[in-house]
């Protein structure tokens, strides 16, 4: 069984900073791209920035220059680094990864997994 388990989000002043973090735990042979999404309220959920297996990372337009996302394979786990946060970054913040599993009969599994959210929370 694979999970992933967010943790960092809280409440945030303007311009404060948050880190998140999210691990990735199981029957794991190897993870490929992980990624943060997040929605607010009354929005569709939506892409926040993603990294691939090999560190290439890509956001949207948004959050460029105030957040990065990294990885540390060895821990299974990923980053949101979030700087010059705004009331506009309010939302549940969702961690995603692509993960290729074993399953009970041996073979390989190829499937997306998603976190149980973390708020986070901008205000004054």
């Known amino acids: 069984q694979v999970q992933l388990v967010e943790s960092g989000g809280g409440l945030v002043q303007p311009g404060g900073s948050l880190r998140l973090s999210c691990a990735a735990s199981?029957?794991?042979?190897?993870?490929?791209?992980m990624g943060w999404y997040r929605q607010a309220p009354g929005k569709q959920r939506e892409l926040v920035a993603t990294?691939?297996?090999?560190?290439?990372?890509n956001s949207a337009d948004s959050v460029k220059g105030r957040f990065t996302i990294s990885r540390d394979n060895a821990k299974n786990t990923v980053y949101l680094q979030m700087n010059s946060l705004k009331p506009e970054d309010t939302a549940v913040y969702y961690c995603n990864a692509r993960i290729v599993s074993q399953s009970q009969y041996g073979t390989l599994v190829t499937r997306d997994y998603w976190g149980q959210g973390t708020q986070v929370t901008v205000s004054s």
């Open positions: 199981g029957s794991i042979f190897t993870i490929n791209a």
């Open positions: 990294i691939t297996s090999d560190s290439t990372s």
